[in-house]
């Protein structure tokens, strides 16, 4: 599987992550069998949160780790604060141990804050994000659904002080373009932000790649099933992006879900396609979205 670098960890990273929303302990076989079958395609990287069915998922990762042992094969992303009151150093150095109990591991890899509280000063926030790098408990950390501005002042303040500053950035990112907030406080990666993300030279891990299945085969107008995925995504634009999706994966003999991946991982930033697959069936359509390569004419195409 195709991977970037990240240099704060010294290793590469797949570029396409799974994601545990749904793993939970009372289902550790399907989680075994989810993971099982995305390291044998070569992947490596695993997106979880402590909110994620209230500490389950970490558990039955920690769970999976332990007995097949292969902790150091994994690179684990977590996350804390997804209500933007939990932004604040007590709760984040508080927060990081119990994530560390769950998983049953020493350190994090990569540990993301859920969301941002612009009313924090960043710098503390960044001067104890380091306090944990220092003490090994975390190897880098990043924010999702954090502004490109305050990113930027992130950096800014790490580089003033001689410290490390946010390596990655997860906001939401794919073909369909959100009519609101999949959730409060989420952000979606507009082409400015993109821009900046390319310039920085900081990679994007963009959750919800595959857009809630608003590319899968029963999706268009008259399907309104989802209502999640009505609320979020059903416009006329998006009708047309699944349009456009589903003529060229014809075209190219691919699967239409594969093409809006692809579209993620064909961006002028540096991406990471983090995506939920159900089944190892739907993991592997996630799969062969990776290795396609799209030319500009068709990135066009897709999202006119």
């Not at 804050?113 to 710098?123: A, I």
Request: with cysteine; hydrophobic share 40%; net charge neutral.
């Amino acid at each position: 599987m195709k991977s970037i670098f990240i240099p704060e960890l010294g290793r590469n990273v797949a570029r396409l992550g799974i994601g545990s929303l749904k793993f939970n302990t009372d289902f550790a076989r399907e989680t075994a069998s989810l993971l099982d079958a995305y390291q044998a395609a070569g992947g490596n990287l695993i997106d979880t949160a402590e909110i994620y069915g209230r500490g389950k998922s970490e558990q039955a990762i920690g769970q999976y780790l332990r007995l097949r042992g292969t902790r150091t094969d994994w690179i684990i992303l977590t996350k804390a604060c997804v209500d933007i009151d939990l932004v604040r150093p007590d709760y984040i150095r508080g927060a990081v141990p119990r994530s560390l109990e769950r998983l049953q591991t020493d350190t994090i890899d990569l540990f993301v804050l859920h969301r941002d509280d612009p009313s924090v000063p960043v710098g503390e926030i960044v001067d104890v994000l380091n306090e944990l790098v220092r003490h090994g408990l975390i190897r880098a950390f990043g924010g999702s659904n954090w502004t490109t501005a305050r990113l930027g002042e992130a950096k800014h303040y790490a580089n003033k002080n001689a410290l490390v500053g946010p390596c990655l950035s997860s906001p939401h990112l794919g073909l369909a373009t959100p009519n609101e907030p999949t959730w409060a406080g989420c952000t979606y990666a507009s082409a400015v932000d993109l821009d900046w993300y390319a310039e920085q030279g900081m990679p994007v891990f963009g959750w919800s790649a595959q857009c809630r299945g608003f590319f899968s085969a029963e999706s268009g107008p008259t399907n309104t099933a989802n209502t999640e995925q009505v609320r979020v995504y059903h416009s006329q634009k998006n009708f047309e992006k699944l349009a456009r999706a589903r003529e060229l994966a014809l075209k190219r003999g691919v699967d239409p879900v594969q093409i809006a991946l692809a579209w993620v991982l064909n961006q002028r930033a540096t991406t990471v396609a983090l995506v939920g697959p159900n089944s190892v069936k739907e993991l592997h359509v996630a799969v062969g979205g990776v290795d396609i390569t799209l030319n500009s004419e068709e990135m066009a195409f897709l999202d006119p």
